[in-house]
């Protein structure tokens, strides 16, 4: 019913830059929520960025200041724009959107398939 497709991760030596990019596509009535988490294997899922209700940004902790997180409602997409990467922000990342679905009661969280983020040293 509901697809997130993420694009723009890869490799990149300590110190570069990336962007991230997630689009939503299907039986979407509306989006609340967009945002990314990345997860290392073997250790648990951690929040990114995300622009939750009423536009409320909220960023990881490791992140001060290196990244920028934007949300564009109206073409479903939301972007993560990475600079200062290090090689401990290697990681899958994944795309997720708190969609409400065309005729069905409820919101409910949508993931990607996640997008390889790999920082050399």
């Known amino acids: 019913q509901v697809q997130l497709v993420e694009s723009g991760g890869g490799l990149v030596q300590d110190g570069g830059s990336l962007t991230l990019s997630c689009t939503a596509s299907?039986?979407?009535?509306?989006?609340?929520?967009m945002g990314w988490y990345r997860q290392v294997p073997g250790e648990q899922r951690e929040l990114v960025a995300q622009?939750?209700?009423?536009?409320?940004?909220r960023y990881g902790n490791f992140v001060k200041g290196r990244f920028t997180i934007s949300k564009d409602s109206a073409k479903k997409t939301v972007s993560l724009q990475m600079n200062s990467l290090k090689p401990e922000d290697t990681a899958i990342y994944y795309c997720?959107?708190?969609?409400?679905?065309?005729?069905?009661?409820?919101?409910?969280?949508?993931w990607g398939q996640g997008t390889q983020v790999t920082v050399s040293s």
């Open positions: 299907g039986n979407i009535f509306s989006i609340d929520g």
């Open positions: 997720y959107a708190d969609v409400l679905v065309l005729n069905t009661e409820g919101w409910k969280y949508y």
């Open positions: 622009v939750a209700s009423a536009g409320i940004v």
